[in-house]
C-alpha cells in the first residue's frame, strides 16, 4: 500500500481529533471559569470546588473515559464514542483550566476592585467589566497551550473506537501491515502540528508578559 | 456491598501492576530527566540542540501513540531478546514523561543564579564537577512539587498500558466488566481506588509548592468583600 494512500486515510481522521479536541477545550473553559469563580477559600462551595479539581486532577483520562462511555451506557444513557471522549477530556481539561483562570484573577490588582467599588459598580459588574477582561488575557496562552495537550490526548478516544488520527492509523496498520510507514506518518502528522503551535503561543506569551510590564 | 469487597480484591492485584510500573517509570523519568536538562546547559551547542530536540520531539507525541508504536512495532523484535510488553511501556512512559520533566529541571537549573557558575569556574572545577557539586544541588528544592505531580501524571499515564495488554489495574477492571456486566460500578470503583493512591500523592505536592513558594497566593482571596469606603483611604 502506497505511502500517499496511508496518509490519506490516517488524516481522515483530523476532523474528529479536532471535534473531540475543540469540545472538550470549550467544555473545559466554560466549567473551568465557572470553579475558578466558586473557589474562593472558605465556604462549602469553595470547598467543594476545590475538592471537584482535586479529584478531577487524580482520576486517569482513560479511565474517566470508560466511566462515561461503557458505564453511563450500561445505565441507559449511550452517548456515542466522540462526545463521550470530548465530555470526559473536558472534565479533565476543567481542573487545569480552574487554576488558569485563577492565577489570571490573582494577577489582577486589588486596587483594580477597590477603584471598581468606588465609582459605585456592584460586585458582579466590577467583576464583569474590570476584573474578567484583565484576567482573561493571562488565562489566553496556557488556554491555547491546554488545546494543544487537548490534541494529543484525543488519541485515548481511540480506546472507545473513535476514529480520530491514531485509530485511523491502527486500522491501516492492520490493513497493510506497514507499522514503520504509519508510525512515521503519525509522527510527522504530531510533529508539524504541535511544535509550530507551541512556539508560537510561547512567543504570544513573551509578547504578553512585556506588555504588561 | 459484598460485591464491592471483592472487586476491590480483583482490581488491587492489578494495582500491584500499576504501583509497580509506575515507581519503576518514575525512578528511569527523574533519571532521563535530569540528564537531558543538564544537556540543555552543557556549553557545546551541539549537545544543547540535542536536548532541546528530544524535548521538543517527545512532547510533540501523544502517550498513547508512543505505547502502541512500541507495542506493534518492537513488540515482536524485543519478545525475541526476552523483552515484554511491561519493559516496552516503561520505555515509552519514560520517553515521554522525561521529555516534559526536563523542561521544569532545566529552568530550575537556569535559575541557579550565574555567579554561583562563575565562582566555581573561578575555583578552577571543570564543568561537569561544577554541574555536580554547585549547580545541581541547588536546582534539586526548587524542583521537588513537580517531580512529585509528575509522578502523578505518570500513574495516571500508566492506565494506558492497559491498552496494550499489560494487566495492571485498568485492564484487570476492564475483564472484570466483561464477566459481571456491571461497568459503571466496576469503574467507579476504580476511579475510587486511583483517587486514594493519588489524592495524598498530590496533596503532597501542593504541600511541597506551598513548602517552597511556589504556590501563588493559595489562600488569598481573588475577590475582596464589599469592604466600607474607609477602607479605601490610604494606610499610613
Known sequence: MSTGYILKYVLQGAPTTLEIAAGAWVLGTVLGLLLALVRQPGGILGFSAASVVTVLRCVPPLVLLYVVFFGLAADGVAIPAVPAAAAALGLVEASFTAEYFRAGFLTVQSGQYDAAHSIGLSRFSAFRLVIVPQAFIFAVPPLLNSFVALLKLATIASAVGAPELLYRGQLVYEQSGQITTVVVVIILIYLLVTIPLTKAISMLEAKLQLAMR | ?236
Open chain 2, 1 to 236: 456491598m459484598g460485591t464491592v469487597v471483592g472487586w476491590w480484591q480483583i482490581l488491587w492485584t492489578g494495582f500491584i501492576v500499576t504501583i509497580k510500573l509506575s515507581l519503576i517509570c518514575s525512578v528511569t523519568t527523574v533519571l532521563l530527566a535530569a540528564l537531558i536538562a543538564i544537556a540543555r546547559i552543557h556549553p557545546s551547542r551541539v549537545v544543547r540542540g540535542l536536548g532541546e530536540v528530544y524535548a521538543d520531539v517527545l512532547r510533540s507525541i501523544p502517550l498513547l501513540a508512543l505505547l502502541l508504536f512500541a507495542y506493534y512495532g518492537l513488540g515482536r523484535e524485543a519478545a525475541s531478546y526476552g523483552i515484554t510488553a511491561f519493559w516496552l511501556a516503561v520505555a515509552a512512559i519514560t520517553l515521554s514523561e522525561s521529555a516534559y520533566l526536563s523542561e521544569v529541571y532545566r529552568a530550575a537549573l537556569q535559575a541557579v543564579p550565574a555567579g554561583q557558575r562563575e565562582a566555581a569556574a573561578s575555583l578552577g572545577l571543570p564543568w561537569w564537577r561544577t554541574v555536580w557539586l554547585v549547580i545541581a544541588p541547588q536546582g534539586i528544592a526548587p524542583s521537588l512539587p513537580t517531580t512529585v505531580n509528575a509522578v502523578v501524571g505518570i500513574v495516571k499515564g500508566s492506565s494506558l498500558a492497559s491498552l496494550i495488554a499489560i494487566s495492571e489495574a485498568t485492564l484487570v477492571a476492564t475483564n472484570l466488566v466483561s464477566q459481571t456486566f456491571q461497568p459503571l460500578g466496576v469503574y467507579l470503583t476504580l476511579t475510587l481506588m486511583y483517587l486514594v493512591i493519588l489524592i495524598p500523592l498530590s496533596l503532597v505536592g501542593k504541600a511541597l509548592e506551598v513548602r517552597f513558594g511556589l504556590a501563588r497566593d493559595a489562600d488569598k482571596n481573588w475577590l475582596p468583600r464589599r469592604r466600607p469606603l474607609t477602607s479605601l483611604t490610604p494606610e499610613v
